[in-house]
């Protein structure tokens, strides 16, 4: 009997991707390493990050990240977050400038996961 490597369901050999998870089960006896190709320019800081993310089945969302709080879309772009700036951007157009405050706790707060998200899935997430 095996189980999952990302959630712990236990596989029937038969079973070609989790059916708890979905994930793959092809190497599911070797711990997963990370899709290296994605991960290797990035800093330490992030490379840490995202594999806690990974090994946590994202539970864990990233630790606050002051540069993201600080920065926001200045810290965003260059990561290829365009769409949270984009949002940013219309969101102090309609509320006058009130939501920097809300942008800048949801960039420290989220901004880890949103760049994991992108990176790692390919998903975009704007909140
Ligand atoms: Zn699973």
Redesign the pocket.
């Known amino acids: 009997m095996m189980n ?1 490597n ?4 236990p596989l029937k050999d038969a079973d070609p991707v ?1 059916p ?4 793959a089960t092809s190497g599911v006896s070797q711990p997963k390493p990370m899709a290296s190709g994605v991960t290797s320019g990035l800093s330490e800081y992030y490379q840490n990050e995202f594999q806690k993310i990974r090994d946590s089945n994202e539970q864990y969302k990233g630790k606050w990240n002051w540069t993201a709080c600080l920065l926001g879309p200045i810290w965003a772009f260059p990561k290829g977050l365009r769409e949270i700036v984009v949002v940013y951007v219309l969101a102090i157009l309609f509320t006058f400038g009130i939501s920097v405050l809300a942008y800048a706790i949801i960039f420290g707060l989220r901004g880890n996961y949103f760049y994991y998200s992108k990176l790692m899935k390919g998903r975009v997430l704007i909140i």
């Open positions: 999952c990302s959630c712990g369901a989790c708890s998870c979905g994930t």
